[in-house]
């Protein structure tokens, strides 16, 4: 799994201990975005509409899409404007006008809506993410533990094979699904809490732990 940690991280001094790790920035709060070309090894760019929708601001679509315009190469790669708690006719219609390259892109998976909705996208786009919405909320919980599980049972069995990215996942790292990537913004948020750890040392100890290679369900297992 490749970690994503996300931004912004102040003071600088302490984002400078970050240098060449995969970093996730986004449209909602790009402070770092320029350090993040520079410096980071990969970036992820968030669409930012989570932050929107909870802030009750409007999503800018178009504003992201012309910002995204000089960021998109080598391992870079940007998720496709989403609509939480929309329906599936929503966000085709959101991911219509996508102008980027589908290997640098990433459409959304709400895991309240289809199924089929899932099939659709594991046959048309190469990589995609698991976004918790609705009843399945709250990451990890039963119900999104079932609804997982329901998901990876059809990707497993895809010939596509895409590439699987866990929006605020990274605390999923010790678990069965093996997602590609994830992404978090827990080290931003509190390392400041952890007098005893800077950024970087937080994050090595969150990139340590990795998830296994293919999926096999709890009961399986047992």
């Known amino acids: 799994m490749i970690h994503y940690h996300g931004t912004p991280i102040t003071p600088k001094v302490k984002l400078d201990g970050m240098k060449g790790k995969h970093l996730c920035v986004s449209f909602a ?45 080598a391992a ?53 993410c698991f976004g918790s919405s609705g009843k399945y909320w709250k990451v990890g919980n039963p119900d999104w533990a079932e609804r997982a599980d329901q998901a990876w049972e059809i990707i497993d069995k895809s010939n596509a094979r895409p590439w699987v990215h866990m929006m605020r996942g990274l605390k999923l790292s010790k678990k069965h699904w093996p997602f590609a990537s994830a992404d978090s913004t827990n080290v931003a948020r509190h390392f400041k809490e952890l ?14 732990v990795q998830p296994p290679i293919k999926f096999m369900s709890l009961g399986d297992k047992e």
Not at 40 to 56: E, F, L, P, R
């Open 29 to 73: 709060d790009r402070r770092n975005a320029d350090w993040c070309i520079k410096n980071a090894q990969s970036v992820m760019w968030d669409n930012g509409a989570y932050t929107s929708y909870t802030k009750g601001k409007p999503f800018r679509k178009e504003k992201y899409i012309d910002w995204l315009d000089d960021k998109l190469y």
């Open 76 to 128: 870079n790669w940007a998720v496709i404007p989403d609509v939480i708690d929309g329906s599936v006719e929503d966000q085709k219609e959101m991911a219509s006008d996508w102008p980027y390259p589908k290997h640098l892109s990433a459409i959304v998976w709400h895991m309240g809506l289809s199924l089929d909705w899932l099939r659709e996208i594991i046959d048309t786009y190469p990589r995609f």
């Open 195 to 208: 007098k005893s750890q800077c950024p970087k040392e937080m994050s090595d100890r969150i990139d340590s």
